[in-house]
C-alpha cells in the first residue's frame, strides 16, 4: 500500500485577465511538508507550481494512471477557479488564455474521469480555488462541484474551499489562503484529532480547517462530499499521539522516547505561539510559557519565548552618520560640533574631523531643530507632540502637545533660551521661553509675536530682534514686545538670510533667474547677494549663480557661500563682508560630494573654522591653514569583518575610500583610490588582505594601510560580489553587466595573478551571489532565471545542477553540513538542498521581504536569515521549524555568529549594531518573564496544552 499526493499550484499567469496570487506556492510548500512528513501524512509528494496546462495534464495522468488498488492518492489545486460560458469550472494554469478555456485550461469534468478510472479506492481531492472576477485581496471561491465531479467510487472525498458563490480568501501577503492555512496547522499540531484517537480522518479535517476558516471572520463556508462506505478515510496521524483521558506511557516506552513526543509537541506549540504574537503579545508569552513548564523546554519553544522577552545590545559603528545630515551646531565650550542625522544618529566632532562621541536617540521623529549652542534638541514626533532633550546623554527633559510639531516651524535663539514656534496651520506665532536649571527644565512660557503668518525668522546674534523673509521685504520685529522695528525692501522675495555678528546689517540672496519655477537651487540659478544695513540702505551687492546658503562669520569680516560648481560638486567660497569680493573657495568634487539636497553652513563661535554638511557627510574647514577634514560618514555599501572580529572594514556611498574600524575605538585605517567602487568587500580568512571591486575587476588592501594592488582586471561594468575561499588562497568575483556591453561573468583568482585562475563555464547569465565549499574545492552560484550551480574550483566546470526559475537572494554553505547547500530565493524562501540526495532536505518559510543575508552556526544547529521585511529569524535548517522571530534593523549588510554560537550580530545600512545573546539557561529565559497570564481551559485546549 502506498500514499501519494500531488500539489499543484498556479499564482503566475500570462494573461492579464489573471490576478497573479501570492498563496499558490506558500499552499504547496507548507503543504508538501506536512503531507510528506513520515511522522503525520507519510505521503510520497509530487509538487507542481506554476506549470503550462499540457504539464499539468500529463502530469496527472501520469499520477492517477500508475496506482493499486490498495493506494492511497490525494489530489490538490490552488489558484485561479474559472468557470466557461456553461458555467462548467475549469482550473487556470500559467498559460491559460481566458478567451480560450476550453484549449488552455484544466477542466474539472476531464479530472473527474481520471479520478473515476484511478484503480486506487481511496482518492481525495482538495480545492483551494478562485474565480478571476474576485476584487481586493480576495481569491473567488470554488463552486459546488459534486456534481461536476461526481461520485467516483467508495472511498472518495471533495473538500473544497467555499460555497460556489462566496469568496475564498488568500490571507496576508505574507502567507497561504485561510482555507489551507487551517488544514495545514491541523495536520501539523494535531489539532484536527477532534477525538484524540491518534488518527486525523478527512472529516475531521475538513471540520478543523472550516473551523479555523471561521475563527479568521473570513465570509466562506469550506464544503466537503465524502463517500466512504467501507469506513473512514485517514488522512493523517497525529504528532501529539493518542489524547485518550487515561492514556500513559506503556511500559514498553523508553523514557527517552516519551521525553521526545513532548518536546516535539512543545516546539509545535512554540509555533502557534510565534503566528499569535502579532496578534497579542501576551496570549503568545503565556502560551509558549506554558509549552515549556507543562510539555518540555524543547529548544524551539525556549529560543520563542527569549525572542519575545529579549533585549539586544545595541549600538552605532564609530562612522557618524547613516543618513542625511538635518542639523548641525557648535559647542562653544570646547569647540565641538554636535550633527543630527535623519537616521536618529547624533554625533559629536573634534575640530579636525574625528568623531568624539556617537549615540542615537531614542524615539521616532520627523523633525528636529538643534540649539545654536549645541546643548538643547527639540524634536518633532508622530504623535503630534514635540520633546525636549538635552543633547548630552541625550537626556528627555520635557513634551508639549502646545508646540507645532511641523518640521521646520522652530528656530531657537542664540542662547539656547528661547525658541520660535509658528507654521502656517496657525494663526500666531509664539516664542517660548525655557526656564531651566542644571540641565532640567523648570518651565515653558509662551509669548505671542506679530510675524508674517508661516514665514521662517532669523534670530540676530544678541536675541533682541526676529527677521522674516516677505514676499518683497524683511520685516524685523523686537523679540521681547513682538513690535515691529524696522521693514527693509527688496526687489523680489529673498530666499536666505544672515546676519552680521553686531546685529546692526543683514545678508540677503535674491533669486532673479531659476532653473524652473520649482527649483530652489541649482548650477545655473542666478541670484543677487546684497548687504543692508537696519536703516534700509544698501552697503554692498553682488551676482552670483547656484547659490545655495550664506553663513556669516562671527569675527564681521567674512561671510561662507555654498555653491554648485560646474559639475554640481560642492563649493564653499569665503567672501569679504564688506565688499563681497572673493577670498577663499574650497572645491569638494575630490570628495565625491554632489550638491543636490540639504545644506547647512556653521561657523564655530571663534571664527575659526567652518562646517557645513551634504547628504550623510560633515566637513570641517580651516581656511587659516588651508585644511578640510570629511567624516566617516554614509550608508554602508558593503560591510565585513576580520576574521578575529576585532576590526571591521566598510565601504560607503558617496566616498572612493575604504575604512578599517575598531567598534570600540574608531578608524584605524583609510585607504583613498578614484578606482575604488566599493559595492563587494571580503577580508581573507588569513587577515593580510582586505579584496574590494573597483571599476573594472578587484583590488587588494592591507588592512594596516598602503598601497593597493590589482587582484583581477577586465571585468563587467559592476563587481556585485567577491569571495575568499575558506582556506584564503583564492578569490571568487561575480560581475554583472548593467548596460549588457559584456557578459556577466564568474572568475576565481589568486592574489598575485591579475588574469584570473579559472573562468565558470556557463552562458552569460551567471550571477552572484557565492559561497564557497568548506573544504575550499567547489564554489556555489546561480545561473539563468534562478538555476543553482555548483562548479569546480579548478576547472570550471559544471559540478552540480539544480534547475529553477526564481532568481536566488543568498546562499551560503555550512561549514558543520558540507553536504548542504542553503539557497534564499524571490519568493521569500529559505530552501536547503542535499547535494548527496539531489532533493530538498527542508523549506524555511514565514519572510515577507527579500532575504538578504544567511549564515549558518558554527555548530550547525541554527541557521539565521535577515530580510527586508525588518526581521531576522532563526531556523532549525534541517526540518524548516522556525525557531525565533527578532525584530530587526531594515538592511542588513552583515549576519554573522561568534565562534562559539552564543552572539548574532547584525550591521545594518545605517550604521547601527545589533548583537542577540542567545540564552545558555532556561533560567536566564524565564527571569525575563516579567508577569504569566493565567490560561483558560478553552485556550489550553486550542493550543495543544493539554496532557
Excluded at 442 to 454: E, H, K, M
Excluded at 521 to 536: E, K, P, Q, T
Excluded at 570 to 579: D, S
Excluded at 688 to 702: E, F
Aim: hydrophobic share 40%; glycine share 8%.
Amino acid at each position: 500500500m502506498g500514499r501519494f499526493a500531488l500539489l499543484i499550484g498556479s499564482g503566475r499567469y500570462d494573461d492579464a485577465a489573471l490576478r497573479p496570487l501570492s498563496a499558490p506556492a506558500w499552499d504547496v510548500d507548507a503543504l508538501s511538508r506536512v503531507l510528506g512528513d513520515p511522522v503525520v501524512g507519510g505521503f510520497e509528494v509530487v509538487r507542481l507550481v506554476d506549470r503550462s496546462v499540457q504539464e499539468l495534464r500529463v502530469a496527472v495522468e501520469d499520477f492517477l494512471m500508475d496506482r493499486a488498488r490498495d493506494d492511497f492518492v490525494l489530489v490538490y489545486l490552488t489558484g485561479h477557479g474559472v468557470l466557461d460560458k456553461r458555467g462548467r469550472l475549469v482550473f487556470a494554469a500559467t498559460d491559460t488564455g481566458t478567451t480560450r478555456l476550453s484549449a488552455t485550461a484544466l477542466s474539472a469534468a476531464w479530472l473527474n474521469e481520471l479520478l473515476a478510472d484511478c484503480m486506487a479506492d481511496s482518492r481525495v481531492l482538495v480545492l483551494d480555488c478562485c474565480f478571476s472576477g474576485a476584487h481586493g485581496r480576495t481569491k473567488a471561491g470554488a463552486d459546488s462541484v459534486a456534481a461536476q465531479l461526481g461520485e467516483v467510487g467508495s472511498g472518495h472525498a471533495v473538500l473544497t474551499a467555499s460555497r460556489d458563490w462566496e469568496f475564498s480568501f488568500e490571507g496576508d501577503a505574507s502567507g497561504g489562503s485561510v482555507f489551507t492555512t487551517g488544514l495545514v496547522e491541523g495536520l501539523r499540531t494535531g489539532d484536527a484529532d477532534l477525538d484524540g484517537d491518534g488518527l486525523i480522518t478527512v472529516e475531521e479535517a475538513h471540520t478543523y480547517a472550516a473551523g479555523y476558516v471561521r475563527d479568521q471572520g473570513a465570509q466562506q463556508h469550506p464544503q466537503r462530499w465524502l463517500t466512504a462506505a467501507e469506513g473512514e478515510l485517514v488522512l493523517a496521524h497525529s504528532p501529539r499521539g493518542p489524547r485518550l483521558a487515561s492514556r500513559t506511557v506503556p511500559m514498553h516506552a523508553s523514557r527517552e522516547a516519551h521525553q521526545l513526543h513532548l518536546e516535539r509537541r512543545s516546539a509545535l506549540v512554540a509555533s502557534q505561539a510565534q503566528a499569535l504574537r502579532p496578534r497579542d503579545p501576551e496570549l503568545a508569552r503565556a502560551v509558549v510559557l506554558a509549552a515549556i513548564r507543562d510539555l518540555a523546554p524543547s529548544r524551539a519553544a525556549v529560543l520563542t519565548l527569549w525572542g519575545m522577552t529579549v533585549e539586544p545590545e545595541t549600538g552605532r559603528l564609530p562612522l557618524g552618520h547613516g543618513g542625511l545630515v538635518v542639523e548641525m551646531a557648535w559647542s562653544g565650550e570646547n569647540n565641538h560640533l554636535m550633527s543630527i542625522g535623519r537616521d536618529g544618529s547624533v554625533c559629536e566632532w573634534n575640530a579636525d574631523g574625528t568623531l568624539v562621541a556617537s549615540t542615537s536617540i531614542p524615539v521616532d521623529f520627523h523633525g528636529a531643530s538643534l540649539s545654536r549652542n549645541a546643548r538643547s534638541l527639540l524634536l518633532g514626533e508622530g504623535s503630534g507632540s514635540v520633546s525636549l532633550w538635552h543633547v548630552d546623554g541625550m537626556r528627555y527633559l520635557a513634551r508639549s502637545q502646545s508646540m507645532s510639531s511641523l518640521a521646520g516651524s522652530h528656530q531657537w535663539s542664540n542662547d539656547g533660551m528661547r525658541l520660535f514656534d509658528g507654521d502656517y496651520t496657525r494663526a500666531d506665532a509664539v516664542i517660548w521661553s525655557i526656564q531651566a536649571a542644571a540641565g532640567d527644565v523648570r518651565s515653558i512660557d509662551a509669548q505671542p509675536v506679530a510675524a508674517p503668518r508661516g514665514f521662517t525668522p532669523y534670530w540676530s546674534p544678541d536675541d533682541r530682534l526676529l527677521a522674516f523673509l516677505d514676499e518683497h521685504s524683511v520685516t524685523v520685529v523686537h523679540a521681547d514686545s513682538g513690535n515691529v522695528a524696522t521693514v527693509v525692501r527688496t526687489s523680489e522675495k529673498p530666499s536666505d538670510l544672515t546676519w552680521s555678528p553686531d546685529s546692526a546689517k543683514v545678508c540677503l540672496l535674491i533669486p532673479e533667474e531659476l532653473e524652473s519655477e520649482w527649483a530652489s537651487f541649482g548650477r545655473d540659478n542666478r541670484y543677487r547677494v546684497v548687504i543692508y544695513d537696519l536703516a534700509g540702505q544698501l552697503l554692498a551687492e553682488r551676482e552670483a549663480t547656484g547659490v545655495a546658503s550664506l553663513e556669516w562669520s562671527p569675527t564681521d569680516k567674512r561671510i561662507a557661500v555654498m555653491l554648485a560648481g560646474p559639475a554640481r560638486e560642492a563649493e564653499v567660497h569665503i567672501w569679504n563682508a564688506q565688499a563681497l569680493t572673493d577670498m577663499d573657495v574650497l572645491v569638494t568634487e575630490r570628495s565625491g560630494v554632489s550638491l543636490v539636497g540639504n545644506v547647512l553652513l556653521r561657523w564655530s563661535h571663534d571664527g575659526r573654522y567652518l562646517a557645513f554638511a551634504h547628504w550623510t557627510s560633515v566637513f570641517i574647514w580651516d581656511p587659516e591653514h588651508g585644511v578640510v577634514h570629511q567624516s566617516h560618514s554614509g550608508d554602508l555599501m558593503a560591510f565585513d569583518w576580520a576574521p578575529d572580529k576585532t576590526q571591521a572594514v566598510v565601504s560607503a556611498s558617496g566616498r572612493n575610500s575604504l575604512t578599517v574600524i575598531d567598534p570600540n575605538v574608531g578608524v584605524t585605517a583609510e585607504l583613498k583610490d578614484d578606482r575604488l567602487t566599493g559595492k563587494a568587500l571580503s577580508w581573507s580568512p588569513t587577515g593580510q588582505q582586505i579584496a574590494v571591486s573597483s571599476r573594472d575587476g578587484v583590488l587588494l588592501w592591507p588592512p594596516s594601510g598602503g598601497d593597493p594592488t590589482t587582484a583581477l582586471t577586465g571585468m563587467p561594468d559592476m563587481v556585485m560580489h567577491a569571495v575568499w575561499s575558506p582556506n584564503g588562497h583564492r578569490l571568487a568575483v561575480a560581475a554583472h553587466a548593467f548596460f549588457e556591453n559584456s557578459p556577466n561573468r564568474v572568475a576565481i583568482c589568486t592574489p598575485d595573478d591579475q588574469r584570473g585562475i579559472v573562468e565558470m563555464a556557463g552562458d552569460d547569465t551567471q550571477h552572484g551571489p557565492l559561497a564557497w565549499s568548506p573544504d575550499s574545492t567547489l564554489l556555489l552560484g546561480t545561473e539563468g532565471p534562478g538555476s543553482v550551480v555548483i562548479w569546480s574550483a579548478v576547472t570550471g566546470h559544471h559540478e552540480q545542477y539544480f534547475d529553477g526559475s526564481i532568481p536566488a537572494t543568498a546562499v551560503c554553505w555550512p561549514t558543520a553540513h558540507p553536504h548542504l547547500i542553503t539557497v534564499a530565493d524571490g519568493e521569500h524562501r529559505i530552501r536547503v538542498l542535499d547535494r548527496q540526495t539531489e532533493r530538498e532536505v527542508a523549506v524555511c518559510i514565514g519572510h515577507t521581504g527579500d532575504i538578504r543575508r544567511l549564515t549558518w552556526s558554527p555548530d550547525g544547529e541554527i541557521l539565521a536569515s535577515s530580510s527586508h521585511d525588518e526581521t531576522v529569524r532563526l531556523w532549525n535548517g534541517t526540518t524548516g521549524e522556525c525557531l525565533v522571530e527578532l525584530d530587526a534593523p531594515h538592511d542588513a549588510r552583515s549576519l554573522t555568529w561568534s565562534d562559539d554560537a552564543s552572539r548574532l550580530t547584525l550591521v545594518s545600512r545605517d550604521n547601527k549594531m545589533v548583537t542577540w545573546i542567545l540564552p545558555q539557561h532556561l533560567d536566564d529565559v524565564l527571569d525575563s518573564v516579567d508577569e504569566e497570564r493565567a490560561l483558560t481551559n478553552e485556550e489550553r485546549m486550542r493550543y495543544g496544552l493539554e496532557l
